[in-house]
C-alpha cells in the first residue's frame, strides 16, 4: 500500500517536473503565431521547438523583449496586450491589457522597466518588470490644443532612458526613467512630418527615425543631446516618382557593417546605405522588391531582406563588401521576419502561407530544416536580453 | 503513516532539487579563484554569489568561454587542465588534463568545438564540446628543424575558425575547422617577433596581435586573406627608451568606440588610439601606470583600464569622446580583470589582495557592493557565449 502511494507519487513528481526543468537559456528563442494568439518556444542548437504558449491575445504585429536572465518574455500585442511568460516553464506569468491599440515595446538597461508605445490612448506607459504594476504614465500630448499624439519608435538607450517618436506630433522624446515614478521627459520638436518608425545604433549612441510625410531621416546624437536633431538624407527620394507603399518597413535592429548603416528605402526597390561618418548617402542597392527587415548576419558581412507583398516569398542577401546581391532565394509566400542565431552561423525565417519557419547555413545558403508553426511572424531570440536597443 | 512518509519524501526531493532548479543563465557569471583552485558562480540582477565549484587545479591565469545556451562554462587552466561545468548544478561535468601548460581557449561559433592553446607541448587541441573528446590536435611545428612553438592569441571567427599566434615562430595560423578531423590550416609567415597576444574585432573581422621583440602590430583581414599580414603602427615606440614591462598587458577583447580602438602600450602609462579607418596611430592616453586591460563598455562610451604593479591597486575611466581621463578609483591592491553586466549598466572588479569583488555602477561611478572571493582574478559573463572571439 505504502510502496504503490510512493510509486504514484513519484511518477506525479517525476511527470509534472518538465514544466520547470533545468537548462540553459542562451539557446532559446520565441516565434509569434499572430492568427491563434500564440507563441511557439524554440532552441537553435539542435533547431528544435519546444512547445506552445496559448493565450496571448491579437498578436498581428507583435514583437518581443526578454528579461536580462534570459527566463521572461515581454509580448507586445497589437490589441494592448502585454504578456509575461516564462519560457522555461512554458507558461504565461501576468497579462494586462494595457491599451487600446500598441506598437511595440522595450525594456530598460537594467531590466527593471517594461515599456510600451500606445497609439490608443497616444503614449507610452511604463511597468514593474517583475510584476506589471504601471510605474509611470507619459501621455504623448501635443501642441496648444493638448492632442494626443500616436508613439512609434520605442527604443531603450544607456543610462535608463527610453526615446520614442511621436507620428502627429513630429517630435522625438527622450525619458531619463532612473527615477521611474518621476521621468525627465527631453522634447525635440518639427524634427520632419510623420516619423513612421525609428532605430537606434548597436551601441545605443544614434537615435534616427525614418519620416512617411516628407523626404529624409531625424538624427538624434544621444551623446551630445543639446545638438538637437539633425536631418540626413534630404536628398533620398527628391524629385523622384513616389512608388505606392505596399507596407511600411520596418527600422527594427540596425544593419550595420563597418562605418555603413543599411536602411530599407520607403516603397522603392531600393536598400539605401549610409556613412555613418558623415550621415550622407553612399550607395543605393537594388534588390527585388520593397524591402521589409534589412538585418545584418552578427559579424556585418551580410546583409539579410525581405520584402512586401507582391515579392514577399523572395529573401535576398547582399554582401557588405561589393555592395551587390550575391544570393536571392525563395522560400514561400509570406516571409515576414527572420532571426540570426546568436554568432550568425544560421538564420531562421517565418514563411507564413506555408506555415513554417526555414532555417539557413548563413555561409553556405543551404536550407537546413523547415519546423511547423502556425501563421508565423516575428522571430526573436533571446541575445536580444543583451542587446541595446533591441 | 502514510502521510509522514509522504511528507519525508516531498521533503527529499525538495532539499535534493535545488541542484538543478530551473532558471535563466542570462545573468550569470563565473569569478577565477586562483589560489584555491575554485570558481565562484554569480548573478548580475541582484548582485548575488550563488556557489562555489572546487577542484578545478591551477587557475592562475585562467580563463574561461560558454556553451551556445549558457549552461557550461568550459575552463582554461595554467596547468593544461580543460574542465566544463554546469553552471546551474554548480558541479564538474568533465574534466581533462590535455597539455603541461596552457594559455587559454575558445569556442567555436557553433558551440561544438573548444580549442585550447599550449606552450607545452605548443600547439592547438580541439575538442568535442559535448564529451571533451579529442578531435584534432594541430601541432605548432615551425621551420625546417621543425621546432615546436607556444601558441599565443587563440579565437574564434565567423565560419567555423580558430585564429592563433606562434610566439617562437613568428607566425598566425588561421584554421577551418568545418571538417573538425582534417583542419585546412592557412599559414601567415614573418609577421613580426614574438607575438604576445592577440585581440579580434567584435565583428570578427579583424585579428591583430602585439608583438614583444619589435615595435608595432601585426593586422591580419580574414575577409581578404590574400592581402596577407600587414605592420601596423610601426612608429609605436620607436627611439623611444623601453620600460620594464612589470607584466604583459592583454589583448582580450577590443575595447572599440565608433572607429576608435583602444588598447595598452606595453611597458609605457600609455593606452594607444588607433583609427581603425586608416590603421593610424590617433593618439596616446596618459594613464596612471602600465595599462593590462583596456576594456570598452558596452555602449563604447567610457573604457576602464587597469594596471600592472606597482599601480595595480587602481582603475581609470576614460572618455572616448575627450580622449581624456574622467575618473581615478582605488578599490585596493591586485585589481585583475574587470566585467561589465550584460548592457554596461554595471562593471564588477576582483580586488585580489583584499579577497573581494567590487561592483560600480558605471554611470555615477559608485560603488554599489563588495562580495567576498578567494584570490579572485578572471571575471566571465554568460553574455560571452553570444560574442564572437571572446
Given at each position: 500500500m505504502i510502496r504503490s502511494v510512493l510509486v504514484s507519487l513519484t511518477l506525479i513528481i517525476t511527470t509534472s517536473a518538465p514544466v520547470a526543468y533545468a537548462r540553459g537559456t542562451g539557446d532559446l528563442g520565441l516565434v509569434i503565431e499572430r492568427a491563434s494568439g500564440s507563441i511557439q518556444i524554440i532552441e537553435?542548437?539542435?533547431?528544435?521547438s519546444l512547445g506552445r504558449v496559448e493565450?496571448?491575445?491579437?498578436?498581428?504585429?507583435a514583437s518581443a523583449v526578454y528579461s536580462r536572465d534570459e527566463q521572461y518574455a515581454y509580448i507586445f500585442g497589437r490589441d494592448g496586450g502585454l504578456t509575461k511568460v516564462d519560457i522555461i516553464a512554458q507558461k504565461i506569468v501576468k497579462r494586462t491589457l494595457q491599451a487600446g491599440n500598441s506598437i511595440g515595446g522595450a525594456i530598460s538597461q537594467d531590466g527593471s522597466l517594461v515599456a510600451v508605445s500606445n497609439y490608443t490612448p497616444g503614449g507610452v506607459k511604463i511597468f514593474?518588470?517583475?510584476?506589471?504594476?504601471?510605474?509611470a504614465n507619459i501621455p504623448a500630448t501635443y501642441g496648444d490644443e493638448k492632442k494626443t499624439s500616436k508613439v512609434i519608435g520605442l527604443v531603450d538607450a544607456p543610462g535608463k532612458k527610453f526615446v520614442f517618436s511621436l507620428w502627429d506630433a513630429n517630435e522625438i522624446w527622450v525619458a531619463d526613467v532612473s527615477q521611474p515614478a518621476k521621468p525627465q521627459i527631453e522634447k525635440f520638436k518639427?524634427?520632419?512630418?510623420?516619423?513612421y518608425d525609428a532605430l537606434i545604433s548597436p551601441d545605443g549612441r544614434y537615435y534616427i527615425a525614418g519620416l512617411f510625410g516628407e523626404d529624409g531621416m531625424a538624427l538624434l546624437d544621444l551623446w551630445n543631446l543639446n545638438a538637437g536633431v539633425k536631418r540626413i538624407l534630404?536628398?533620398?527620394?527628391?524629385g523622384e516618382q513616389k512608388l505606392p507603399v505596399y507596407k511600411m518597413p520596418h527600422l527594427e535592429g540596425w544593419a550595420m557593417a563597418g562605418t555603413y548603416a543599411f536602411v530599407p528605402a520607403v516603397g522603392r526597390h531600393e536598400v539605401l546605405v549610409i556613412?555613418?561618418?558623415?550621415?550622407?548617402?553612399a550607395g543605393r542597392i537594388k534588390v527585388h522588391?520593397?524591402?521589409i527587415f534589412v538585418m545584418a548576419r552578427p559579424d556585418g558581412r551580410n546583409i539579410w531582406v525581405n520584402f512586401a507583398?507582391?515579392?514577399?516569398?523572395t529573401l535576398q542577401v547582399i554582401d557588405t563588401?561589393?555592395?551587390?546581391?550575391i544570393k536571392t532565394m525563395q522560400?514561400?509566400?509570406?516571409v515576414l521576419h527572420m532571426e540570426f542565431e546568436p554568432r550568425g552561423e544560421e538564420v531562421w525565417a517565418s514563411v507564413r502561407d506555408k506555415d513554417q519557419l526555414v532555417i539557413y547555413d548563413?555561409?553556405?545558403?543551404?536550407?537546413l530544416k523547415r519546423l511547423p508553426a502556425e501563421k508565423p511572424s516575428g522571430i526573436f531570440s533571446t541575445t536580444r536580453a543583451h542587446k541595446i536597443g533591441l
Amino acid at each position: 500500500m505504502i510502496r504503490s502511494v510512493l510509486v504514484s507519487l513519484t511518477l506525479i513528481i517525476t511527470t509534472s517536473a518538465p514544466v520547470a526543468y533545468a537548462r540553459g537559456t542562451g539557446d532559446l528563442g520565441l516565434v509569434i503565431e499572430r492568427a491563434s494568439g500564440s507563441i511557439q518556444i524554440i532552441e537553435t542548437t539542435n533547431n528544435s521547438s519546444l512547445g506552445r504558449v496559448e493565450g496571448l491575445g491579437d498578436l498581428s504585429h507583435a514583437s518581443a523583449v526578454y528579461s536580462r536572465d534570459e527566463q521572461y518574455a515581454y509580448i507586445f500585442g497589437r490589441d494592448g496586450g502585454l504578456t509575461k511568460v516564462d519560457i522555461i516553464a512554458q507558461k504565461i506569468v501576468k497579462r494586462t491589457l494595457q491599451a487600446g491599440n500598441s506598437i511595440g515595446g522595450a525594456i530598460s538597461q537594467d531590466g527593471s522597466l517594461v515599456a510600451v508605445s500606445n497609439y490608443t490612448p497616444g503614449g507610452v506607459k511604463i511597468f514593474d518588470s517583475g510584476t506589471l504594476e504601471l510605474v509611470a504614465n507619459i501621455p504623448a500630448t501635443y501642441g496648444d490644443e493638448k492632442k494626443t499624439s500616436k508613439v512609434i519608435g520605442l527604443v531603450d538607450a544607456p543610462g535608463k532612458k527610453f526615446v520614442f517618436s511621436l507620428w502627429d506630433a513630429n517630435e522625438i522624446w527622450v525619458a531619463d526613467v532612473s527615477q521611474p515614478a518621476k521621468p525627465q521627459i527631453e522634447k525635440f520638436k518639427n524634427i520632419g512630418r510623420n516619423p513612421y518608425d525609428a532605430l537606434i545604433s548597436p551601441d545605443g549612441r544614434y537615435y534616427i527615425a525614418g519620416l512617411f510625410g516628407e523626404d529624409g531621416m531625424a538624427l538624434l546624437d544621444l551623446w551630445n543631446l543639446n545638438a538637437g536633431v539633425k536631418r540626413i538624407l534630404d536628398n533620398y527620394g527628391k524629385g523622384e516618382q513616389k512608388l505606392p507603399v505596399y507596407k511600411m518597413p520596418h527600422l527594427e535592429g540596425w544593419a550595420m557593417a563597418g562605418t555603413y548603416a543599411f536602411v530599407p528605402a520607403v516603397g522603392r526597390h531600393e536598400v539605401l546605405v549610409i556613412d555613418t561618418q558623415t550621415w550622407t548617402e553612399a550607395g543605393r542597392i537594388k534588390v527585388h522588391g520593397q524591402p521589409i527587415f534589412v538585418m545584418a548576419r552578427p559579424d556585418g558581412r551580410n546583409i539579410w531582406v525581405n520584402f512586401a507583398i507582391p515579392n514577399n516569398d523572395t529573401l535576398q542577401v547582399i554582401d557588405t563588401q561589393s555592395l551587390e546581391v550575391i544570393k536571392t532565394m525563395q522560400p514561400g509566400k509570406g516571409v515576414l521576419h527572420m532571426e540570426f542565431e546568436p554568432r550568425g552561423e544560421e538564420v531562421w525565417a517565418s514563411v507564413r502561407d506555408k506555415d513554417q519557419l526555414v532555417i539557413y547555413d548563413t555561409e553556405t545558403f543551404e536550407e537546413l530544416k523547415r519546423l511547423p508553426a502556425e501563421k508565423p511572424s516575428g522571430i526573436f531570440s533571446t541575445t536580444r536580453a543583451h542587446k541595446i536597443g533591441l
